[in-house]
């Protein structure tokens, strides 16, 4: 939602309250212009749900209506649904920490003297240790929340959604070729990274799609790309298709041993499914050969380097028959060879 429809917005709420005390309807302008203005820094910052949502309770904490309360609880509900929840808790410190949580059930089982305000898409979860919510206050936290927090959250989630569509390869749902570069850069540049690159190539797709068909040729890339997915750690490493059938995977704070580890389960998880005609196959499979090098053990804070070496020990793989992991290794010959013809 445009800033303009969000003050129009808040506007309507406005003279549907005229009940309001002047100075509360004054906190929540200004609330509103802070939260829904977005947080200082890069467009990611402004727009990002947790720290609105950080902000927001902040400020309702700093009204005098919750010197009493202990907690005061902010969660996010998508529709009718009570799953995929964003808490806060604020305690006299500050903002204490933000979770995500599946069930709201917890939250309101934690205390036995709960205040419960449920709106359209954000739940206020009020803990009072003085007193119970009156009507003017539930009145007052109603458009507060309505006002602050729900425009400017589900804008924030839009840029979000909008945001994650860009930088996902739309046939797999695994980050782009032009993400995975730049967080590659970023995560082996670190001061002190541990990162390991895998680069994984399907084995004969050209030859799997004139047999197969290109339809059952894009469904085995969506499926060596769910795999994949599933043999990596949700919101840590880093796995994107880079092009055609080739693929790759950032593991961060990794040892080599652990890396080899996770190349073995996908290599053996793609030899093990049944993909359809993949009789036809080289091998009666369908299967990937993996490449992979380390930072630092084998290159020191040099993404390029590391994508080449990682390539080199990807290249060893194919030529040892396929459907391998290899690690990168300066004796190798087949990845001398590559090294090789590389440099000329």
């Given at each position: 939602?445009?800033?303009?429809?969000?003050?129009?917005?808040?506007?309507?709420?406005?003279?549907?309250?005229?009940?309001?005390?002047?100075?509360?309807?004054?906190?929540?302008?200004?609330?509103?212009?802070?939260?829904?203005?977005?947080?200082?820094?890069?467009?990611?910052?402004?727009?990002?749900?947790?720290?609105?949502?950080?902000?927001?309770?902040?400020?309702?904490?700093?009204?005098?209506f919750?010197d009493?309360?202990?907690?005061?609880?902010?969660?996010l509900?998508?529709?009718?649904?009570?799953?995929?929840?964003?808490?806060?808790?604020?305690?006299?410190e500050?903002?204490?920490?933000?979770?995500?949580?599946?069930?709201?059930?917890?939250?309101?089982?934690?205390?036995?003297?709960?205040?419960?305000?449920k709106?359209?898409?954000?739940?206020?979860?009020?803990?009072?240790?003085?007193?119970?919510l009156?009507?003017?206050?539930?009145?007052?936290?109603?458009?507060?929340?309505?006002?602050t927090?729900?425009?400017s959250?589900?804008?924030?989630?839009?840029?979000?959604?909008?945001?994650?569509?860009?930088?996902?390869?739309?046939?797999?749902?695994?980050?782009?070729?032009?993400?995975?570069?730049?967080?590659l850069?970023?995560?082996?540049?670190?001061?002190?990274?541990?990162?390991?690159?895998?680069?994984?190539?399907?084995?004969f797709?050209k030859?799997?799609?004139?047999?197969?068909?290109?339809?059952?040729?894009?469904?085995?890339?969506k499926t060596?790309?769910?795999?994949?997915?599933?043999?990596?750690?949700?919101?840590?490493?880093?796995?994107?298709?880079?092009?055609?059938d080739?693929?790759?995977?950032?593991l961060?704070?990794?040892?080599?041993?652990?890396?080899?580890?996770?190349?073995?389960?996908?290599?053996?998880?793609?030899?093990?499914?049944?993909?359809?005609?993949?009789?036809?196959?080289?091998?009666?499979?369908?299967?990937?050969?993996?490449?992979?090098?380390?930072?630092?053990?084998?290159?020191?804070?040099?993404?390029?380097?590391?994508?080449?070496?990682?390539?080199?020990?990807?290249?060893?793989?194919?030529?040892?028959g396929?459907?391998?992991?290899?690690?990168?290794?300066?004796?190798?010959?087949?990845?001398?060879?590559?090294?090789?013809?590389?440099r000329?």
């Amino acid at each position: 939602m445009g800033t303009s429809k969000v003050i129009e917005k808040h506007r309507e709420l406005l003279s549907k309250i005229p009940d309001l005390e002047i100075e509360d309807r004054n906190f929540i302008d200004a609330a509103r212009n802070v939260v829904v203005g977005g947080v200082d820094g890069s467009p990611e910052e402004r727009f990002d749900v947790r720290k609105r949502i950080d902000r927001a309770v902040e400020i309702l904490y700093s009204h005098p209506f919750f010197d009493g309360c202990s907690t005061i609880e902010v969660y996010l509900r998508e529709g009718n649904e009570k799953q995929k929840c964003v808490a806060v808790e604020v305690f006299e410190e500050g903002v204490k920490e933000i979770m995500i949580d599946n069930d709201l059930n917890p939250f309101i089982s934690r205390y036995p003297n709960i205040e419960e305000i449920k709106l359209n898409d954000i739940g206020l979860l009020i803990v009072s240790l003085r007193e119970s919510l009156d009507e003017y206050k539930r009145k007052f936290l109603n458009y507060y929340a309505e006002s602050t927090l729900t425009h400017s959250v589900k804008n924030a989630i839009e840029y979000e959604q909008n945001l994650d569509a860009a930088i996902r390869n739309s046939l797999t749902g695994l980050y782009n070729v032009g993400y995975y570069k730049n967080q590659l850069r970023i995560e082996v540049e670190k001061r002190d990274s541990n990162v390991a690159l895998l680069l994984i190539d399907i084995d004969f797709l050209k030859n799997y799609n004139f047999n197969a068909g290109h339809t059952e040729a894009d469904e085995s890339i969506k499926t060596v790309a769910n795999i994949i997915q599933k043999n990596v750690r949700e919101n840590w490493d880093i796995p994107a298709r880079r092009g055609g059938d080739e693929f790759a995977v950032i593991l961060k704070d990794v040892s080599i041993d652990y890396a080899v580890e996770i190349a073995e389960r996908i290599r053996s998880a793609v030899e093990m499914h049944q993909f359809y005609n993949e009789r036809l196959q080289p091998g009666g499979k369908l299967t990937v050969s993996i490449g992979i090098a380390h930072s630092p053990l084998h290159v020191y804070h040099d993404p390029k380097m590391l994508e080449i070496y990682a390539d080199a020990a990807l290249y060893a793989s194919k030529e040892r028959g396929r459907n391998t992991v290899t690690v990168f290794n300066y004796d190798d010959q087949q990845i001398k060879e590559f090294i090789k013809k590389y440099r000329k």
